[in-house]
């Protein structure tokens, strides 16, 4: 074989075993795999209880929980990606949420256009008070602990609220789509292209984008640098500036589209991101906080805990059950209880890193090494057995 051959194979082999590594999963990646799958298999078997309980009525609640988990995911990643940047958390986000909304719904209806553009329109103008925002307030506030951003965040949601409320009025909207009839599945459940499928598939394609910018991008690098270390990431001569006003920019983007799919599957009003703000904080929590992965994994069980537990709920509001008044109404709960469960068994979240200065030693280990402690130095007393 001659030496030309032999130095094209050999570069082939490099070739391609450069690309056997870049898709080699690291072992973070594989935990976090097979963290998602432990989570979905519990689901499963949660949904398959419930199926042998309730029958096939028990899709649409699955339904409307891939509906719910879609929207707090997109809003609970652009929340995180930006407690990840700036350390704090804005509670301004369910706010901007609904500025997007109400963006979407000036050029859906007073331009007549449609709601695929009011959509992109409110997506830039949304990334642009993004940057403002940034720029007039927050960036002034650095430097001054958590407090003082967390209070301005607050003040900024508030301002947008009444804002919305003395230019929009109290009234409440609907955004003007297309009417199309549902694709029935089975006698009184059925599947919407609008309601259903476009917040799937947005969802969706969200989750995706935002895995290709953090992982295949330099800005996403950038952007993960920066929130592990900033002083680090400055050393390096990393444009910490540039990175701050791109996170902001991609998060609240992410709000306007995670409003406006909140006002398709029902009204638009000027409370209506404030009122699933905790919801998403839940899903950060769960997932794990400052963690896009965990927000995806906490948004899917924030959104499926809260729409599962309704069969549930009103299985217990039957008279020869326990009788529970308005039981549907408690579904909001759910999702506060398995969060407060995760808090108590795996305090930094499903996805999330412990800290290294913390100590691993909570409930579960605590019980257990007092358990053992108890065995190990129990008193040995002569003659227990009547010896």
Same mark, same amino acid.
């Given at each position: 074989m001659s030496p030309l051959s032999q130095e094209n194979l050999s570069s082939e082999a490099a070739l391609g075993s450069r690309w056997r590594e870049a898709f080699r999963p690291t072992p973070r990646v594989r935990r976090l795999f097979f963290r998602g799958l432990l989570t979905v298999a519990i689901f499963v078997g949660f949904f398959a209880s419930l199926a042998t309980l309730f029958g096939i009525a028990i899709l649409q609640y699955a339904i409307a929980g891939l509906r719910v988990s879609s929207i707090?995911?997109?809003?609970?990643?652009? !929340?995180?990606? #930006?407690?990840?940047?700036?350390? /704090?958390?804005? /509670?301004? +986000?369910? $706010? !901007?949420?609904t500025l997007g909304a109400y963006i979407a719904l000036l050029v859906n209806l007073n331009a007549a256009l449609s709601i695929f553009w009011?959509? *992109?329109? &409110? /997506?830039?103008? *949304?990334?642009?008070?993004?940057?403002?925002?940034?720029?007039? #307030? /927050?960036a002034r506030l650095e430097g001054r602990g958590p407090v003082a951003p967390i209070v301005a965040s607050v003040g900024v949601g508030l301002i947008i609220q009444n804002g919305i409320r003395a230019i929009g009025t109290t009234q409440q909207w609907l955004f003007q789509v297309p009417a199309i009839q549902e694709i029935p599945i089975v006698p009184g459940l059925g599947f919407h292209w609008i309601r259903d499928a476009t917040t799937l598939v947005v969802g969706f394609a969200f989750m995706? &984008?935002?895995?290709?910018?953090? %992982? +295949? %991008?330099? *800005?996403?690098?950038?952007?993960?640098? %920066?929130? $592990?270390?900033?002083? *680090?990431?400055?050393?390096?001569?990393? $444009?910490?500036?540039?990175?701050?006003?791109?996170?902001?920019?991609?998060s609240c983007s992410f709000a306007s589209t995670a409003g406006i799919l909140l006002g398709l599957i029902g009204v638009i009003r000027p409370t209506m991101g404030f009122e699933v703000l905790l919801l998403v904080f839940a899903a950060v929590i769960v997932g794990g906080i400052g963690s896009p992965y965990g927000a995806v994994l906490g948004g899917l069980v924030i959104g499926f805990s809260q729409e599962m537990s309704v069969p549930v709920l009103v299985w217990l509001g039957r008279p020869d059950v326990i009788g529970l008044e308005h039981s549907t109404a408690y579904k909001v709960a759910i999702p506060f209880i398995v969060m407060i469960a995760v808090l108590i068994f795996r305090p930094w979240g499903i996805a999330g890193r412990p800290p290294a200065f913390a100590r691993r030693v909570f409930l579960v280990e605590k019980l257990s090494e007092a358990i053992g402690r108890r065995i190990r130095f129990a008193p040995r007393t002569e003659g227990e057995e009547g010896g």
């Open positions: 707090v995911i997109v809003a609970a990643i652009g !929340l995180t990606l #930006i407690y990840g940047i700036r350390g /704090f958390a804005n /509670f301004a +986000y369910g $706010d !901007l949420m009011g959509a *992109l329109v &409110s /997506f830039l103008v *949304l990334a642009v008070v993004g940057i403002l925002l940034e720029l007039l #307030i /927050f995706i &984008s935002v895995h290709v910018l953090l %992982t +295949y %991008t330099n *800005l996403g690098k950038a952007m993960r640098a %920066t929130a $592990d270390n900033l002083e *680090l990431a400055k050393a390096t001569g990393i $444009d910490t500036k540039r990175v701050t006003y791109a996170a902001w920019a991609v």
